[in-house]
């Protein structure tokens, strides 16, 4: 494994040793429950309340908007179906609107909604490119309208959307506005005023933090049913036993990421900018999916036209390179992924997609390596799916 070269940060990151340094004393000296109070509860209390206060400097909110969860399907879930069910209680309305582009956290849990609780939903397409037009959300609003859900960046291809402009309409017609956050976390703007959202999930393992652990901050005054019931933890709206190391990890990260976020910018788009000019110049039918400009620093996701993308990751793993596709074979028959075909790609290159994502430990000579290695095996795997 130690000679793998990692570009596969978009799914997950190795935890930062600093991250790790900070949450050891919450396994076995600080190890009482938050809400206990005696001496050993207070501390880990005290642990957890300044992470807290750590992730809402981040965010630019009042601690008490952050709610600690176990990741970034928890928080999405509990802002969409926390946000549906209020209103259903207040018999507010009925309507949701989200994007063809978004985590099936979001996708799914929208999805579920519709089918089992009878809410209504418009799914906004996007662009060529994997972009949102504010202005298409702003058609879509209906005077039953609940609740707005865009992604801030796309998980494949990398596409930032446009919060702000999308949060301003969302604002004038006073509907809840949730973004999925989670592929932004430590690389974007965070600060959920000059975002205008009202609610926005947030995922540790992305940022070199541990797996299993996530926020969701909600603005004050937001109505919010809890999607677990149980104690009283996190004001009520998210029951269990906290994960005071978790979240400690959480924030340590956070705060490591948003410290560093500008020169680790500038140094990862110098690489992809490489990554990219050097895939396109050098494989044939090649072509960048996402948006030339408004995309995260550190994706680079390519379609190669009639090149299946599960065999060609395999291949890339032999040459110790460990990347992700965006199309799936099920039945033998490679199908490109709902994000591509959102984008209006035609199957013939959706299938052959390949999302490479850098981060904290990718360097210009693994750049240089995966430029000397992918077209032999992008070339080996057309030859071989022509053979047949
Ligand atoms: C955009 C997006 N949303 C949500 C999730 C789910 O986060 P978690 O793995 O913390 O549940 C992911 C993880 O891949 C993601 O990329």
Same mark, same amino acid.
């Given at each position: 494994l130690k000679e793998t070269i990692y570009l596969d940060y978009a799914a997950t990151t190795p935890v930062d040793p600093r991250v790790v340094a900070a949450m050891?004393?919450?396994?076995?000296?600080?190890?009482?429950?938050?809400?206990?109070?005696?001496a050993c509860g207070r501390t880990a209390a005290k642990g957890l309340e300044a992470a807290r206060g750590q992730v809402a400097a981040v965010l630019g909110c009042?601690?008490? %908007?952050i709610i600690f969860t176990s990741g970034g399907t928890e928080s999405d879930n509990l802002a969409i179906r926390g946000i549906a069910w209020a209103a259903r209680q207040a018999r507010r309305g009925n309507h949701i609107i989200t994007t063809s582009v978004e985590h099936h956290a979001v996708g799914h849990t929208v999805e579920q909604l519709r089918e089992l609780f009878g809410f209504e939903v418009t799914i906004v397409p996007v662009d060529a490119h994997g972009w949102v037009d504010p202005d298409e959300i702003g058609r879509a609003?209906?005077?039953?309208?609940i609740l707005v859900s865009v992604m801030y960046?796309?998980? %494949?291809?990398g596409t930032v959307q446009p919060l702000a402009a999308i949060g301003q309409i969302t604002r004038a017609h006073d509907i809840p506005f949730h973004t999925d956050a989670v592929q932004a976390g430590g690389k974007l703007d965070l600060d959920v005023d000059r975002l205008q959202v009202d609610l926005l999930a947030l995922s540790a393992h992305k940022f070199y933090g541990p797996k299993g652990v996530g926020v969701l901050y909600v603005r004050r005054e937001t109505a919010l049913l809890p999607a677990l019931t149980g104690g009283g933890h996190e004001w009520g709206h998210r029951p269990g036993t906290v994960n005071v190391a978790g979240h400690v990890g959480l924030a340590t990260a956070l705060r490591l990421a948003t410290e560093g976020q500008g020169s680790e910018t500038a140094r990862l788009t110098e690489l992809r900018e490489r990554l990219v000019g050097g895939v396109l110049a050098r494989v044939p039918d090649a072509r960048l999916a996402g948006h030339p400009t408004e995309r995260l620093a550190d994706n680079a996701c390519f379609a190669f036209r009639g090149c299946d993308g599960e065999a060609l990751l395999m291949g890339l793993d032999l040459a110790g390179i460990a990347a992700s596709t965006g199309s799936a074979c099920s039945t033998g028959d490679p199908a490109p992924s709902f994000v591509l075909t959102a984008m209006g790609l035609e199957p013939e290159w959706g299938i052959g997609s390949l999302r490479l994502t850098l981060g904290r430990w990718t360097t210009a000579a693994h750049v240089e390596r995966v430029l000397g290695v992918l077209p032999g095996v992008v070339e080996q795997t057309r030859t071989l799916q022509e053979q047949g």
């Open positions: 050891q004393p919450y396994w076995t000296e600080v190890y009482g429950n938050s809400v206990s109070i005696h009042h601690p008490t %908007e609003i209906r005077d039953d309208t960046a796309n998980n %494949e291809v």
